[in-house]
């Protein structure tokens, strides 16, 4: 009997994805006085399909680059906070949602399980 | 998905903001401190920070043990090297470092004085060359990028906890 469904497998690519990014974010973060630091981000949309696109079970490592369009600092540091902060909040939320529908995913596996009584 | 990663590099900024914070203090405290156990006045200090890690997020899983070169304190007070009492510990890859702390090497402020028991012969007296401006404004980073890491904290334990509500 099949416990997982196509979305949780899904889903759990999605949550490695968001924790992937939230740690990108935390090391911009911690790197906001360091000179000569690159802002380290990676394309979430263009990652998640490449990570649907694979089987359940291989792990993708995920390739930060730099990220574009932030202006330097005299000492070569192009972290924003804005930037992180809002990158820090929506990553949070996104995380949470993942983990929200997760949830309902297995709670209708549970209720079929429960459903003769 | 290694969620407490993430928290490591977060306490790797804290700690190495703490340090800027406390070679601030030390560098205040000692603005007019005119001689010091090696003889010449206090020179001020600032922190070298750098991304720990070699390559930072794509680097290696294990813990790089980013083990701080020496600093290059003179003269310090021994209440004041409390600092390298934080060193030591190795800092999560991805996070930052305090690769050194390095002694000023300007020339003194010299002031006339020949009263002063710190006098040289021609009646000048050393002080450190320390603006109270820029350390405050220094510390003012510090702070703001510390509140900024410790956020990050908070929101790193808001996942965790909710990842947790996955066994309810």
Do not use: C
Request: hydrophobic share 40%; net charge negative.
């Amino acid at each position: 009997m099949q416990v997982t469904t196509a979305t949780s497998d899904a889903l759990q690519k999605y949550l490695d994805l968001t924790s992937d990014q939230m740690k990108l974010t935390a090391e911009n973060m911690a790197n906001v006085d360091t000179p000569g630091y690159r802002t380290q981000g990676i394309d979430f949309a263009h990652e998640f399909s490449q990570a649907l696109g694979t089987s359940a079970s291989t792990e993708t490592t995920v390739k930060p680059s730099d990220v574009g369009g932030l202006t330097a600092r005299p000492d070569g540091n192009n972290v924003s906070m804005d930037r992180e902060g809002m990158q820090l909040a929506k990553t949070q939320l996104e995380f949470r949602a993942g983990v929200s529908l997760l949830r309902s995913q297995f709670t209708r596996v549970m209720d079929a399980i429960h459903a003769d009584k | 998905m290694n969620l407490f990663g993430m928290m490591d590099i977060s306490a790797s900024a804290l700690q190495a903001e703490r340090v800027r914070a406390e070679v601030v203090a030390a560098n205040m405290a000692n603005a007019e401190t005119t001689r010091t156990a090696d003889g010449g006045p206090y020179r001020r200090q600032h922190v070298v920070f750098q991304t720990a890690g070699g390559d930072g997020f794509a680097s290696s899983l294990l813990a790089n043990s980013g083990s701080f070169s020496g600093s290059a304190m003179s003269g310090a007070e021994a209440s004041e090297s409390g600092l390298s009492s934080g060193f030591g510990s190795p800092a999560a890859s991805g996070g930052v470092e305090v690769a050194a702390v390095l002694s000023d090497r300007s020339a003194p402020l010299e002031r006339y004085d020949p009263q002063h028991p710190d006098a040289g012969p021609d009646g000048y007296v050393a002080y450190p060359d320390i603006n109270p401006l820029t350390e405050m404004v220094d510390l003012m980073g510090a702070t703001r990028s510390y509140g900024l890491n410790a956020t990050a904290v908070q929101a790193e334990k808001n996942m965790v906890t909710s990842s947790l509500e996955i066994l309810k």
